[in-house]
């Protein structure tokens, strides 16, 4: 069982910068894949960013390609997602998700239970 525990979400304006952060209770957390997902009310989940576990491959939804980077720290169990240019768009609630099959996150193995990120305009 992994516990995935997310951070750094917040207010920012738009055009700002936030950074996420993810950090997995075991340490099989190196043997998965990760991915970020975000929700906004009233909408359904969408899947924004994920990472392979070895750190060679990653994948990002067009919405967010060339401003958003996601990151691992296999040392330290933690993903991060750095976010740029933000759009009041982006504004949501972020979900770090473990997953074991590339190219599948949907659905994840592990959830964390979401970080609120809000861009005001």
């Known amino acids: 069982q992994v516990q995935l525990v997310e951070s750094g979400g917040g207010l920012v304006q738009t055009g700002g910068s936030l950074r996420l952060s993810c950090t997995a209770s075991?340490?099989?957390?190196?043997?998965?894949?990760m991915a970020w997902f975000r929700q906004a009310p009233g909408k359904e989940r969408e899947f924004v960013a994920a990472?392979?576990?070895?750190?060679?491959?990653?994948s990002y939804a067009n919405s967010v390609k060339g401003r958003f980077t996601i990151s691992r720290d296999n040392a330290k169990n933690t993903v991060a997602l750095q976010m740029n240019s933000l759009k009041p768009e982006d504004t949501a609630v972020y979900y770090c998700?473990?997953?074991?099959?590339?190219?599948?996150?949907?659905?994840?193995?592990?959830w964390g239970q979401g970080t609120q990120v809000t861009v005001s305009s």
């Open positions: 990472l392979s576990s070895t750190a060679r491959s990653t």
């Open positions: 998700a473990a997953f074991g099959i590339w190219g599948k996150p949907w659905p994840s193995d592990y």
């Open positions: 075991e340490r099989t957390f190196n043997n998965y894949h």
